[in-house]
């Protein structure tokens, strides 16, 4: 499974953006697709996560803004990040998963200015 994320950039506090992960390989494989994200001096955490048969779950710090969702026709998942913050700044990073692995995909940076 190869996942080519896009999307991220430089916003103003209360702005949206919207992430793509187009997945592509061995797609009839994925379980589930997701975004997690790293901030500088912080861990490594969940953003949001959607299922093969689209059942959602999301961190804390973005429930209410963020909405993942998926285009199964174009094998891709979207995050649409609204209301953004300073502290959603950090380098957002695509996640597939099967039943046996793991896959990442580059990171994309995501920059909220107050």
């Known amino acids: 499974v190869q996942l080519q994320a896009s999307g991220g950039g430089l916003v103003q506090a209360g702005g949206s953006l919207r992430l793509s992960c187009a997945a592509s390989g061995s797609i009839f494989s994925i379980n589930n697709m997701g975004w997690y994200r790293q901030a500088p001096g912080k861990q490594h955490e969940l953003v949001a996560r959607i299922s093969s048969s689209g059942s959602t779950n999301y961190g804390d710090s973005v429930k209410g803004r963020f909405t993942i969702s998926r285009d199964n026709a174009k094998n891709t998942v979207y995050l649409q990040m609204n209301s953004l913050k300073p502290e959603d700044t950090a380098v957002y990073y695509c996640?597939?998963?099967?039943?046996?692995?793991?896959?990442w995909g580059q990171g994309t940076q995501v920059t909220v200015s107050s």
């Open positions: 996640r597939a998963a099967t039943i046996t692995s793991v896959f």
